[in-house]
């Protein structure tokens, strides 16, 4: 006698399908993210002159340095994944889209268009942001600290690692109203509950900006400002989900 349930077969396939769905959009966000590198990788010499400008005045060689044969190769490389990852951010959010529109109701699932748009512009912003505003005042603040004896020779692979992580952190970080609607669209969060925790979420918003920017208080502080912002940005937006569900709601038993 067999001793699994038709429940408990309906929740494996049901598990199943979700990572075999989990694993096609993943596969697909990878051959995009492929084919926007390629491009990148075709204009990597302009671009890398763009990455090197945030920190061009405070190389006293006059460019970046590097150790090894194969560092300059790898720093192309590096910035085309980077640069494919930016411009490939609407496919991927329409493949992240995908995956999570079945959990939603079906009024709901027309929004696709507004989540790729906003979710797109929100991680541009956040590169931007960090590219024009934040990068600067955090070179500001080290290449100064301490006083100007002290001459910084720069290698390709640390600034590199400082850039992209910078860039990148910000562009996910800055998804976080789109990530807080997304929650309050599946019915995981409400707006009273985001505003009644808010203290709790700017702690725990003060400790990720602590990890995913490089060790320093400048850094975190750059990070920490916008997320506290864009926090209650979200707060807003799941307020105006609720008063739409409640709204339709109405208009369904009349």
Same mark, same amino acid.
Do not use: N
């Given at each position: 006698m067999s001793l699994d349930s038709p429940e408990t077969d309906?929740?494996?396939?049901?598990? &199943?399908?979700?990572?075999?769905?989990?694993?096609?959009?993943?596969?697909?966000s990878l051959l995009g993210l492929l084919v926007t590198t390629g491009i990148a990788y075709a204009y990597s010499e302009q671009l890398f002159n763009l990455v090197r400008l945030p920190i061009a005045k405070y190389l006293t060689t006059g460019g970046l340095v590097y150790t090894g044969p194969m560092d300059k190769f790898m720093a192309h490389i590096k910035i085309?994944?980077?640069?494919?990852?930016? &411009? $490939?951010?609407?496919?991927?959010?329409?493949?992240?889209?995908? =995956?999570?529109?079945?959990?939603?109701?079906?009024d709901e699932k027309k929004y696709a268009a507004l989540f790729i $748009?906003? @979710? $797109?512009?929100?991680?541009?912003?956040?590169?931007v942001f960090a590219?024009?505003?934040?990068?600067?005042?955090? =070179?500001?603040?080290?290449? &100064?600290? @301490?006083? *100007?004896? *002290?001459?910084?020779? #720069? &290698?390709?692979?640390?600034?590199? @690692?400082?850039?992209n992580q910078f860039c990148l952190m910000f562009g996910v970080a800055f998804e976080l109203p789109l990530i807080l609607s997304i929650l309050g669209m599946m019915g995981i969060v409400s707006q009273k509950f985001l505003i *009644?925790?808010?203290?709790?979420?700017?702690?725990?918003?003060?400790? #990720?900006?602590?990890?995913?920017?490089?060790?320093?208080?400048m $850094?975190?502080?750059?990070?920490?400002?916008?997320?506290?912002?864009?926090?209650?940005?979200?707060?807003?937006?799941v307020g105006i989900i609720e008063k739409g569900r409640r709204k339709a709601a109405v208009n369904e038993t009349e």
């Open positions: 309906d929740k494996a396939q049901g598990l &199943t399908e979700h990572l075999t769905e989990l694993r096609t959009r993943i596969i697909y085309a994944v980077v640069f494919g990852i930016v &411009t $490939s951010c609407p496919f991927w959010l329409y493949q992240i889209w995908r =995956f999570i529109a079945p959990g939603l109701y079906r $748009s906003a @979710g $797109s512009i929100l991680f541009l912003g956040g590169v590219y024009l505003v934040a990068l600067p005042m955090a =070179f500001d603040f080290l290449f &100064t600290f @301490g006083g *100007d004896v *002290d001459k910084p020779m #720069i &290698t390709i692979e640390q600034y590199l @690692g400082f850039f *009644d925790k808010g203290r709790y979420a700017v702690m725990i918003l003060a400790v #990720i900006a602590a990890i995913i920017t490089p060790p320093d208080v $850094s975190m502080i750059i990070m920490l400002v916008p997320l506290i912002a864009l926090y209650y940005v979200g707060v807003v937006v």
